[in-house]
């Protein structure tokens, strides 16, 4: 294991500091020959309270990028990437990208394929898993689509009883969002996109309740993205069952501003908070195509405080004159040299934040930061560039410790993270490579087991 003892340091950024290994071979149809990385995490804000120890990574999906994650009670670990086929046609809308999901129950040392139903592209878990109380898995696909009614949109529930050998479904589920807008907008590859979007976390409640929160848009929500006019900026929303999934009531808004960010609000990950002072507190964390915002609740949703910026460490995507010479004679998409005066070229973007709370109550956060926004993959060296642990002894109040897992690497800088069966130990996945698949790509993570300094 390889142990860092978090001692109080200045908010001074090292270089990047890796480890190149052996080329691999990776497996599949479109065959590509991945330079794997060991990267070796550092330090950039620490409080001296916990020490980390981290385990070798792993290589856990091969081809897959944006993965997503769910730890069952028996501790196997359930991954799901997107990998470069297309999906199965189908009048439901799907991601543009095919999804394999593959399962460990040796503690990450071997991973097993979960196959597909003939002709089906089955669940796309980025619209969050989880096991309640009494066992049973609960899965609902990324999507909500346009219902026959009014102000109703269709989800899909998954379920397993038998801790993933088998899933069941999709069944298909009413949430019913009154003013829903689904239509009139397209995604960030300029197609339409007439649906909803349920992202990271279903949390259940003490009395069974679940909550869960997704993003897109009501009527009158019309403000065009800054990067892209056709696609409408997003709003952060919370939904919840009180009959085990089977249908869903819009609670509230979460955050919207159109004045934001340059999309809004979306890629929400929510968190319930038991232990502390504020018991019962939800706190979500969302990525505005800027900096993170947070907002919180101590009403089980019903109401949230004023969204907020969340930076971590020190580490301002506005702050451009620390990257505008590095990046100066570089060429964005276009061709055409990124421009200082232009927002969209040189500043960054935080992106997906995760959040899960520990069963000793510690805070963990994962979350990838992008330096610049949308030149991040061709010019990806820059060492603020890469995948951040943060930690939060005081139930999310102060972030006295953050960690870069990589850095100046080409990754989509999605994360997920879960508590192992051991306390304070968890499984962390993040990506190499991007959509172009011209320098390899793969999903590897890492055990990190965290203590408190006596």
Not at 180 to 205: C, M, T, V, W
Not at 267 to 281: D, I, T, W
Request: with cysteine; aromatic share 8%.
């Amino acid at each position: 294991m390889l142990n860092i003892i978090m001692k109080k340091i200045p908010r001074t950024f090292l270089q990047i500091t890796t480890v190149l290994a052996t080329v691999l071979s990776l497996p599949g149809p479109k065959t590509v020959a991945a330079e794997t990385r060991q990267n070796i995490p550092e330090m950039v804000e620490a409080d001296g309270k916990l020490r980390l120890s981290f385990g070798e990574e792993r290589m856990v999906l091969p081809r897959g990028l944006q993965p997503s994650l769910l730890r069952t009670a028996s501790g196997a670990l359930v991954v799901q990437a997107q990998v470069p086929e297309k999906p199965f046609p189908t009048s439901r809308m799907v991601y543009h990208s095919a999804m394999e999901t593959r399962i460990s129950r040796d503690d990450g040392k071997t991973w097993t394929i979960i196959p597909l139903k003939p002709g089906e592209n089955g669940l796309n878990m980025e619209g969050g898993a989880v096991q309640l109380r009494d066992g049973t898995i609960l899965a609902l696909d990324t999507y909500i689509t346009p219902g026959t009614k009014p102000d109703e949109g269709i989800g899909q529930l998954y379920t397993s009883t038998n801790d993933w050998r088998t899933l069941e479904g999709p069944k298909d589920v009413v949430f019913e969002i009154p003013g829903a807008d689904f239509y009139g907008s397209k995604d960030d590859d300029n197609h339409p996109h007439d649906a909803q979007r349920l992202h990271r976390r279903i949390l259940e409640l003490p009395n069974g309740d679940l909550l869960t929160t997704f993003y897109g848009r009501l009527k009158g929500d019309k403000t065009p993205s800054t990067y892209m006019p056709s696609m409408m900026k997003l709003r952060v929303m919370l939904a919840r069952s009180t009959n085990r999934g089977e249908r869903w009531k819009l609670v509230s808004t979460v955050a919207v501003d159109p004045a934001i960010g340059t999309e809004g609000f979306d890629e929400p990950v929510l968190a319930r908070v038991s232990k502390g002072p504020n018991a019962g507190r939800l706190i979500c964390l969302m990525r505005t195509g800027r900096e993170l915002r947070e907002s919180i609740s101590d009403d089980e949703g019903v109401t949230w405080s004023p969204h907020r910026p969340r930076v971590f460490a020190g580490l301002d995507i506005y702050r451009t004159e620390l990257w505008v010479d590095h990046f100066r004679n570089f060429r964005g998409s276009k061709g055409k040299l990124l421009d200082e005066n232009n927002p969209d070229d040189l500043r960054g973007a935080v992106v997906d934040p995760e959040l899960i709370e520990l069963r000793s109550g510690l805070l963990v956060a994962a979350f990838g930061v992008r330096i610049p926004q949308r030149a991040c993959w061709p010019h990806s060296e820059h060492f603020w560039n890469g995948n951040y642990l943060a930690f939060s002894q005081d139930h999310g109040q102060t972030w006295g410790n953050v960690v870069r897992m990589t850095s100046g690497d080409v990754t989509t800088h999605y994360m997920a993270v879960e508590e192992t069966l051991t306390d304070n130990k968890i499984f962390v996945i993040y990506d190499h490579g991007d959509w172009s698949n011209k320098r390899g790509r793969y999903v590897y993570g890492r055990f990190v087991e965290v203590a408190v300094k006596p």
